[in-house]
């Protein structure tokens, strides 16, 4: 094993492993110091022995550095879940089932950036040009001077963007694009991590904003986006249910803005439209109060959102009861169910359960545990909840219930809707709430009582 080189040129850097008076690389004399090894551990190949990097510049946490400079897309939807606007240099993962509209997305959003004054570059390494087009003619954007090609050599498409300059540059998809440089099949985890870290470093470098599109794989074979997640700046997800028309793009990691925001959109015949107001829309199938029925007020992001969660409870044939959850998570559910039971004696055994967000949107508030209870209880007891209440609240371990945050946001909401009254815990911050009647329950088991009546 070659000895680790404890002693350094202090003019041209090379080292050496003895002293000498006089430098074999540059020739200069009384230059060769001896250095300690920048590791302490065990001597090995990999440890960081005595080879030198070079210092790098520090400076302090007050800069004169100015916001990113933000280019808006003119759709509110994206504009707001980007966190206001598109930053330059910067990396960005559209993430999301395949076809569920991500391409769609982009070049609709290709276009709008283009006619802002943004050089835009569409690359798409699944379809060809001409399919390209052909969406384009669809959605109405030909005349949108955005740039086109069907290309996966990652070297062509770097060469290409180097000399044409461009602000902006969409990758459909990250998957398949390959690098010649790695040797592993398109789509697999080396290649895609290689990519996704090439464009990355080429959009910092040249102050390009360029986004990456990755399908959600159900198995190992094609590496998802979640492998590249940590490398870009801001993360978004492309969801909804097949059988529904609403899309939501869901930022959940955005280092220029805040995470969680949402925008809804809705796939028609020409392509994705914004939806100004979801919670009308969410509500929309909503006819008279009926068992098991209950509006959320919700908060997605920075905006309000009202959404009807679903409740089915029926009884059950088999020995270990039916637990099944469409648009919330299921250990919540079970969570909810165990403390209706312990705190609030209202069992849940022999029952199948089935809960439901309608619209095929996707709640993850904990805000949302009292809606959940009340669904769950009202389809139980075949009782309805009057019709103009909104509820929410979050249900502790104990049966306690704790106010959720940004109340004055859920309730103006619900009274834009013609919500009259609502639902919370004790302590819920009023004001500016338009006139909405607040009831508040101290706690699990005063609300089984009061609004479902003694048992
Ligand atoms: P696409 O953007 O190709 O999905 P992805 O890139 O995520 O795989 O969208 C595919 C679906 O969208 C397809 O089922 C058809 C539908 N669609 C519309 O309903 N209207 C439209 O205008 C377009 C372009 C697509
Ligand atoms: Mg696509």
């Not at 680790?4 to 003895?18: E, G, L, R």
């Not at 007050?62 to 916001?67: F, I, K, S, V, W």
Request: proline share 6%; net charge neutral.
């Amino acid at each position: 094993m070659a000895k680790d080189p404890t002693f350094i040129c202090s003019k041209c850097n090379a080292a050496t492993t003895k002293w000498s008076g006089r430098c074999d690389t540059c020739g200069e004399w009384n230059t060769i110091e001896e250095v300690k090894p920048l590791s302490s551990g065990p001597k090995s190949k990999k440890a960081m022995g005595g080879v030198r990097g070079k210092a790098i510049p520090l400076t302090d946490l007050a800069t004169e550095e100015q916001e990113p400079p933000r280019t808006l897309s003119g759709v509110d939807e994206l504009d707001r879940t980007l966190g206001g606007g598109l930053v330059k240099a910067s990396a960005l993962l559209v993430g999301g089932d395949p076809g569920i509209g991500k391409s769609t997305l982009l070049l609709q959003a290709a276009a709008r950036f283009a006619r802002n004054g943004l050089k835009v570059i569409y690359i798409s390494g699944e379809e060809s040009a001409s399919q390209v087009q052909m969406r384009a003619r669809r959605l109405g954007l030909t005349e949108s001077p955005v740039k086109l090609a069907s290309e996966t050599n990652l070297r062509d498409i770097l060469t290409t963007l180097e000399a044409e300059q461009p602000d902006f540059v969409i990758i459909d998809s990250i998957q398949t694009m390959w690098l010649d440089t790695v040797e592993a099949a398109p789509g697999s985890v080396s290649q895609v991590r290689s990519a996704a870290h090439e464009l990355t470093t080429f959009a910092k470098s040249r102050g390009i904003a360029i986004v990456m599109v990755g399908h959600v794989t159900k198995e190992g074979a094609i590496a998802g986006p979640r492998v590249v997640e940590h490398m870009v700046d801001t993360v978004l997800y492309f969801e909804g249910e097949r059988g529904h028309q609403f899309r939501i793009l869901r930022a959940v990691k955005n280092r220029f803005g805040p995470a969680d925001e949402i925008g809804v959109f809705e796939m028609t015949g020409k392509g994705l439209a914004e939806v100004k107001n979801p919670s009308a829309l969410f509500l929309s199938e909503r006819g008279d109060p009926a068992p098991g029925s209950v509006v959320f007020a919700g908060i997605e992001g920075s905006r309000p959102m009202l959404c009807e969660f679903q409740a089915l409870v029926s009884p059950s044939p088999h020995s270990q009861p039916r637990r099944t959850v469409v648009g919330w998570d299921g250990s919540r559910l079970a969570m909810i169910l165990a403390v209706l039971e312990s705190r609030a004696g209202v069992p849940f055994t022999g029952l199948d359960v089935y809960l439901n967000v309608a619209g095929g949107l996707r709640v993850s508030e904990p805000a949302a545990d009292l809606a959940v209870a009340a669904a769950l209880i009202s389809a139980r007891e075949d009782a309805a909840l009057p019709k103009e209440s909104v509820i929410f609240g979050e249900i502790s371990l104990s049966g306690g219930l704790r106010p959720a945050p940004q109340t004055e946001n859920r309730l103006k909401e619900a009274s834009k809707l013609g919500f009259t009254s609502a639902i919370t815990p004790v302590r819920t911050k009023r004001g500016g709430d338009g006139g909405v009647t607040l009831r508040e329950m101290p706690g699990l088991l005063a609300f089984v009582e009061q609004v479902f009546g003694a048992r």
